[in-house]
């Protein structure tokens, strides 16, 4: 038994140092590696919105009556004071032709006592008395022409009309909706930024917004009003945007994704490759005369692929980008366009003056 343990022990040796030929014998690394370098980081807010038209009003009859003529198109375009609908007026101007010649003849009633007051064949009683009849002829004939203006719905505002949901012939009560119409030229963007991102916004400030039925085309737009009041339940307040839509592809309604570029700075930057993970704490490897360093780091924004390096590294260190789930800390390193090595930094295919002897 006392002759088998140093046998036992020999072969151990032997065995370590045949694992340490080996480790020595592996080539360096092969990985892509570049200084470190500022970049420009942009601190952004990020926000979902709902698009509203610049301006949007309900059309509908001020008075219960029937509808004797629409004149617009299902979603057709109409200009300001255009008449989009007309209601019965039969009743109404027949007051108006009524009022009317009351007026006219209380008219020239007054200008006939006008003239025997001149002559002195009138009192200044029955003058006064004939100017009151006039007025008040008047104001008949003129509020038969409001009951009458009341029956023709004009656009209070160029814009797209909604789609029609009554037909000429349809009595209609007062309240009745006819038709939306909306100003579209450009859209109003609502959207809410918690509290603590308020520091990063501003009245005038770029946005750009992407909605789901064009991902393709964002569009650029501007911060018109932040709310003074911020809300008690959310903790957040509300912003408006107001965003160009010439080709009238945004709609009211719908859902678009918003993103205020708040801050630029430049600080050094990383590719994202380039950071290993442990727990909570990040590192990057360092290339010192064709080793490696693992070096703690800290970290900031994540922007088109790079990291923001907030502290342990400095500008013009040259770190590993590609190539860092092989390492560890000093790992032997070469870069594309060098020869492999061994472990003791001797080309994989040349010999030393202990091996020719």
């Known amino acids: 038994m006392r002759s088998s343990l140093p046998l036992l022990m020999i072969l151990l040796s032997l065995a370590a140092c045949g694992k340490e030929e080996e480790r020595k014998a592996r080539p360096a690394a092969l990985v892509e590696a570049a200084p470190v370098a500022a970049k420009t980081f942009t601190e952004a807010v990020e926000a979902v919105g709902t698009a509203l038209a610049n301006e949007q009003v309900i059309l509908s009859a001020p008075v219960t009556d029937k509808i004797t003529s629409l004149n617009f198109a299902d979603g057709g375009f109409v200009q300001k004071g255009q008449v989009i609908a007309t209601l019965a007026q039969g ?67 160029s814009g797209y009309l909604s789609l029609r949901t009554v037909s000429v012939g349809a009595i209609v009560t007062a309240g009745t909706p006819i038709a939306t119409i909306s100003d579209i030229a450009r859209i109003k963007l ?34 018109a009003t932040i709310d003074p009041v911020i809300d ?45 993970g442990d727990g909570d704490d990040r590192y990057v490897f360092v290339v010192e005369d064709h080793k490696v360093k693992r070096v703690k780091v800290e970290t900031g924004l994540r922007q088109n692929g790079l990291v923001e390096i907030t502290g342990g590294i400095s500008a013009g260190q040259t770190i590993v980008t590609d190539g860092v789930v092989k390492l560890s800390d000093g790992t032997p390193v070469r870069l594309p366009g060098e020869k492999p090595k061994d472990g003791s930094g001797r080309s994989a295919g040349g010999s030393s003056a202990a091996t020719s002897r």
């Open 190 to 223: 609502d959207f809410t930024v918690p509290e603590t991102r308020l520091p990063l916004i501003a009245q005038g400030q770029p946005i750009k917004a992407v909605s789901a039925a064009w991902p393709d085309r964002p569009v650029t737009g501007i911060i």
């Open 232 to 276: 008690p339940a959310t903790r957040a307040v509300r912003v408006r945007a107001i965003l160009p839509n010439a080709d009238r592809a945004l709609k009211p309604g719908m859902l678009l994704t918003v993103t205020i570029l708040a801050r630029q700075r430049q600080s050094l930057g990383v590719p994202e490759l380039a950071i290993v």
């Open 91 to 157: 009743q109404e101007k027949a007051e108006l032709a009524a009022a009317e010649a009351q007026a006219l003849q209380a008219g020239q009633q007054l200008k006939r006592i006008e003239a025997l007051k001149a002559r002195g064949f009138a009192t200044g009683a029955s003058l006064d008395s004939q100017v009151a009849l006039a007025n008040a002829a008047r104001a008949n004939a003129q509020l038969s022409r409001a009951s009458i203006g009341d029956r023709v719905i004009r656009a209070p505002f």
